[in-house]
């Protein structure tokens, strides 16, 4: 998630309402669906991590053997889920898939409620 401002403002002079004054004069924002619509649709609770990385502390398969458990910067079981997402199944199995031991430590730390370990079980019969 991005948060991004409107164009330059401020109204620190005598609160009167000054644009252009410090940065953009113009925003313009693109957006690019690129798949993310069917994504989300197959995935959606995926999409409510918010990155805090409770999951990977806990998981005892990233403690033990780091990095390789995961997705480039996405580490742990999350990364596994969005290799699937991001690139298929070959990377998703290279990222751990069946590395994983579905202990689901990860899942009953996450606070957004992301089901990981089921995420990764119903992975391995795609
Ligand atoms: S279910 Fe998998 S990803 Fe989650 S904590 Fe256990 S080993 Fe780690
Ligand atoms: S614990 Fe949940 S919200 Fe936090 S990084 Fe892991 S999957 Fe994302």
Redesign the pocket.
């Known amino acids: 998630m991005n948060v991004i401002s409107s164009p330059s403002k401020t109204a620190d002079i005598e609160q009167i309402l000054l644009k252009d004054m410090y940065g953009a004069r113009r925003v313009v924002l693109i957006l690019l669906d690129n798949g993310r619509r069917k994504a989300i649709k197959e995935n959606g609770e995926c999409f409510l991590?918010?990155?805090?990385?409770?999951?990977i502390v806990t998981c005892p398969i990233y403690t033990t053997i780091g990095y390789e458990f995961g997705y480039k910067r996405h580490l742990g079981g999350?990364g596994v889920i969005l290799s699937s997402i991001i690139e298929g199944n070959k990377s998703c199995f290279d990222s751990g898939l069946f590395t994983c031991t579905l202990c689901g430590l990860?899942t009953v730390?996450?606070?957004?409620g992301?089901k990981?370990n089921q995420f990764i079980n119903k992975l391995r019969y795609k």
């Open positions: 991590c918010i990155g805090c990385g409770s999951c999350r990860c730390e996450c606070p957004m992301i990981i």
